[in-house]
């Protein structure tokens, strides 16, 4: 019975780590993440969009989604995203589900911008009319879903918007019988920093 001297696993102790050095950690492990490329109304009416790859469906049965939101800047700079300002004034959000061919375009949309400035119009994508909210759709994006905001909590230092889906939106041209084709599809995944990733290889079990 071979015994090992040392441990092959480094051990982080997370109180101890900086906020940066524990955000690698965290997003360089859970992977791939699926991107909800979030639509939003300020204050003037005009659009924001930006991207959030901490996203997971809450039910499925009951049609609840979440992201998370950090705030931007530390300490006394520290303040709300502008998505997080806007989704509480406003009561509703879309989240849009963006395809591998819109990585660049993502990344552009995750950089800042003024509150008054519109990420659709500064990257050229196309706005369309929602059907049970206010908030217009990404027209390049194949899936999306109008939403309603039903809770905001805070964890820390992070904020979670947990939406209720009213209305779901495919293109015709991926579904069939309720069941997307993932090919047709090739949502966006991000792996971490500025890195990204689309579908590989399938694995049937």
Do not use: W
Request: with cysteine; aromatic share 8%.
């Amino acid at each position: 019975m071979t015994v090992q001297d040392a441990s092959p696993f480094l051990s982080y102790d997370m109180t101890a780590l900086t906020l940066a050095d524990g955000y690698k950690l965290f997003m360089g492990s859970v992977i791939p993440r699926p991107v909800a490329f979030v639509s939003s109304l300020n204050a003037a009416g005009e659009t924001n969009l930006a991207p959030f790859s901490n996203f997971m469906v809450i039910s499925s049965v009951d049609g609840f989604v979440a992201f998370s939101v950090g705030n931007e800047g530390a300490g006394k700079e520290s303040r709300y995203k502008d998505t997080q300002v806007n989704v509480r004034r406003e009561g509703e959000f879309v989240i849009n589900l963006a395809t591998s061919a819109m990585a660049q375009t993502v990344q552009q949309c995750s950089e800042t911008y003024p509150p008054e400035v519109s990420e659709a119009v500064e990257t050229g994508l196309t706005l369309i009319p929602s059907s049970l909210v206010k908030t217009p759709r990404i027209a390049e994006c194949m899936v999306q879903f109008e939403c309603r905001l039903h809770d905001m909590q805070t964890f820390g230092r992070t904020n979670l918007v947990i939406g209720k889906v009213v209305q779901v939106h495919v293109r015709a041209d991926i579904v069939t019988d309720y069941k997307i084709d993932p090919r047709k599809y090739s949502p966006l995944g991000r792996i971490g920093g500025r890195r990204y990733v689309e579908l590989g290889k399938f694995i049937d079990v």
